[in-house]
């Protein structure tokens, strides 16, 4: 059973430039969520995803963009990448018919802004 | 609004001693209530949840959590820590009807041999 996945591993960018992160959720879960990790903090909430709609957005800018696709993947896109973008991006999926709360973290892509 | 605090930033012990990791929450409602583990550069791993009923709950890896809803908390233990236990440790509280997860700021659990 494979587990949630996420690509690429690392990745380094330049200010202004654009990002597009990847998840791919576990078997038989239908939401996925994003958190962005900062260096030393807690997972921060950006947004869940729930038949290719978002549904509940944290306190992010527009700047931050996602997809989920018929296939419940879903993609993160970040637009004119700022320093402060740098950090773990996490992919987590849930099973809506369940309970949306119970998470299964994918290893993250590690974004650096230079 | 829901809120999360894990006291202790950092917390060393002696392997085969045993561990308290404390969390307390800020929530209206009875909370859904997570444990999660995290080693240097990877993701979150569950180790335990609370959702209802016994307050006492047992995860993966020898942990157990307790529920107490008059302090608010929900402290992670093990009673014999393995050096394969350090690492970063997160609590967290589901937000009422979003699905969202809104975390500590964790606590970093160093094992002495």
């Known amino acids: 059973d494979a587990g949630v996945t996420q690509s690429p591993t690392h990745l380094i960018k330049t200010r202004g430039q654009q990002v597009t992160l990847r998840c791919s959720p576990k078997s038989g879960h239908d939401t996925v969520s994003w958190y962005q990790q900062a260096l030393g903090q807690g997972p921060q909430f950006i947004f869940q995803?729930?038949?290719?709609?978002?549904?509940q957005r944290g306190n992010f800018p527009d700047r931050f963009s996602g997809h989920q696709f018929p296939n419940y993947s879903s993609e993160l896109n970040v637009n004119a990448l700022l320093l402060g973008d740098s950090a773990l991006y996490l992919c987590?999926?849930?099973?809506?018919?369940?309970?949306?709360?119970?998470?299964?973290f994918g290893p993250g892509t590690r974004l650096t802004v230079t | 609004a829901q809120s999360v605090t894990q006291p202790d930033i950092h917390i060393t012990v002696s392997e085969g001693a045993s561990l308290e990791l404390r969390c307390n929450y800020s929530?209206?409602?009875?909370?859904?209530l997570f444990w999660y583990v995290q080693s240097p550069g990877q993701g979150l791993q569950l180790l335990l949840k609370y959702f209802s009923g016994d307050t006492l709950v047992q995860g993966i890896k020898g942990f157990e959590a307790e529920f107490k809803r008059s302090q608010s908390s929900f402290n992670l233990r093990k009673p014999s820590v393995h050096w394969s236990d350090a690492a970063e440790y997160f609590c967290a509280v589901g937000a009422e009807v979003t699905g969202k997860l809104i975390f500590g700021q964790g606590t970093t659990l160093q094992v002495k041999p």
């Open positions: 995803y729930y038949e290719e709609e978002e549904r």
């Open positions: 987590a999926s849930s099973f809506q018919g369940a309970n949306s709360y119970e998470q299964y």
């Open positions: 929530y209206g409602a009875t909370p859904y």
